[in-house]
């Protein structure tokens, strides 16, 4: 039976957080993998629309791609996020700057050793943006 290791709450959150500014919310790509080299365990698995990503040089050009196709968009989280033991999840929305929200989603993430091993993104299906990596 797996048992996993309880993960500081306020880490999990502080990830949850970072990761969506600091990661896909930045546009310069020095800044993006220094951050993912902080944040993301070097063995770490990206899960989004349409497949998996393993290897921090693999999120940080995945990040980076995605980041080119709406390079004026910011990622506002909805609330602080939930944590359960080793896990957390936060919901978000993304769109331009002080303009109305154009797509929505979920990071799902687990914690290993204070960094990220997994995180699942999940976009909500009503959006745009879905249809659009749906497709892909």
Do not use: C
């Amino acid at each position: 039976m797996f048992i996993p290791v309880n993960e500081s709450a306020d880490r999990i959150r502080e990830l949850l957080d970072r990761n969506l500014q600091e990661v896909f919310g930045e546009g310069d790509p020095v800044r993006r993998r220094a951050a993912i080299g902080e944040l993301w365990n070097a063995d770490a698995v990206l899960y989004v629309p349409p497949g998996a990503i393993t290897g921090l040089d693999a999120i940080n050009q995945f990040a980076g791609d995605l980041r080119a196709t709406h390079p004026d968009y910011v990622y506002t989280p909805s609330g602080k996020g939930q944590v359960l033991l080793n896990g957390g999840r936060m919901a978000w929305g993304s769109g331009p700057r002080d303009l109305a929200v154009v797509y929505t989603g979920w990071d799902v993430m687990i914690v290993r050793e204070g960094k990220i091993a997994a995180l699942y993104v999940f976009l909500d299906e009503t959006s745009d943006e879905f249809q659009r990596t749906s497709r892909s």
